[in-house]
């Protein structure tokens, strides 16, 4: 509702001589003014700005999610913000078909007075990374002591191993994932429906690569092996104890259960009660391949820029970026799923009372004469 107020000035609102008036060219203080580095400053603090407005979205989310019910109404709210992300992310990738608009040769007028300062160091990034779930392996609650970290400020430290302390979003998925109301089905084995389903896929994927006459031996012998490994995967999706022994691999990270809620969702979409749960589980793979995409566009971005060399923090280069580029994602197990997807032909029919549940019947109140 309106409030009586002063009238609002644009440049004032935005505080625009403050934000316009943060751009300071290094060169210009230890040397002669490289005409790029206005370009690369601007282009960074946009990142940060943009950092700021994912960790703002995320936090709402993430808030909602830490109740024992979250409401569908919060749901629809969740997945909304989350596509903003998304959204956001797209433009951060494109940003970087800006930066390159500055060469190499360009970059080096000014790329010494950057040291060791490092993109690694964006203690926002950090923590979008931290929210969402990356951890160092084994260590759920401990910050790594890797270089980039060892050099943010104390201050940032301290926000990172707070961080590290909360629930991630994956955790708060899992959580979300085990209350799933439609796992167990009274007078239905789904489950045992479901299995014989995959075990007749399987066998005729594997019949499939026996009979087919162009591959050769060898080439037959590595797609069978390859099937053994998804067979093996399958059978951890019925049985704990397998499963467990993947989580200690770090192969999964979210429990059985939350797996198979995320599975269920995924293989009814189409029923209206669980079209809103799928958009939020396909945005979170969005938001995990986006900065995955984003970190390799860095990385030949950086591989045009820099070449072999060091970089500015101190690291490998270019091997180190790619390393994270792609260890550093999150949401794993639900890029998994479609490894467990069946065709829709094949899927268990649901009895007519569970159907009738999932879409909404129950909400419709009696039926008037």
Not at 4 to 31: F, I, T, V, W
Not at 139 to 147: A, S, T, V
Request: hydrophobic share 40%; proline share 4%; net charge neutral.
């Amino acid at each position: 509702m309106k409030q009586d107020c002063p009238p609002a000035y644009y440049a004032e609102y935005l505080m625009l001589d403050k934000l316009l008036n943060c751009q300071h060219e290094r060169s210009a203080q230890y040397g002669e003014l490289a005409h790029e580095e206005m370009l690369f400053i601007i282009v960074h603090q946009a990142y940060e700005l943009w950092f700021k407005q994912i960790l703002h979205e995320l936090d709402t989310i993430m808030a909602a999610f830490q109740h024992k019910y979250v409401a569908e109404k919060t749901i629809s709210i969740a997945v909304s913000r989350l596509q903003r992300i998304t959204e956001i992310q797209k433009l951060l990738i494109d940003q970087v078909r800006v930066l390159e608009t500055m060469t190499a040769l360009d970059f080096l007028d000014f790329r010494d007075y950057l040291q060791p300062a490092s993109g690694f160091q964006s203690y926002q990034f950090r923590l979008i990374e931290i929210k969402l779930g990356l951890r160092p392996k084994g260590k759920d609650h401990q910050p790594p002591k890797d270089l980039s970290y060892t050099r943010l400020s104390e201050v940032h430290r301290a926000l990172l191993v707070e961080a590290y302390k909360q629930p991630s979003m994956l955790n708060l998925l899992e959580k979300w994932l085990e209350r799933t109301p439609f796992l167990q089905f009274e007078g239905f084995d789904f489950w045992e429906n479901y299995r014989r389903a995959v075990e007749n896929m399987l066998a005729q994927d594997r019949e499939t690569i026996q009979k087919n006459p162009v591959l050769s031996d060898d080439v037959k012998l590595r797609e069978l092996t390859e099937m053994d490994k998804t067979e093996a995967s399958f059978a951890a999706l019925f049985d704990e104890k397998q499963h467990q022994k993947l989580v200690a691999q770090g192969q999964r990270r979210i429990s059985l259960k939350a797996m198979q809620a995320a599975l269920l969702i995924s293989l009814y979409r189409d029923e209206p009660i669980l079209h809103l749960p799928f958009r939020l589980i396909t945005l979170l793979v969005d938001i995990d391949e986006l900065f995955t995409t984003w970190r390799h566009r860095h990385v030949l971005m950086a591989h045009r820029m820099i070449g072999s060399k060091i970089g500015s923090g101190g690291t490998s280069g270019i091997d180190y970026l790619k390393k994270a580029a792609d260890r550093n994602r999150v949401f794993t197990d639900l890029f998994n799923i479609s490894t467990f997807i069946i065709p829709r032909s094949d899927l268990p029919t649901l009895p007519d009372d569970y159907r009738k549940n999932l879409g909404f019947y129950y909400s419709e109140g009696p039926t008037k004469a």
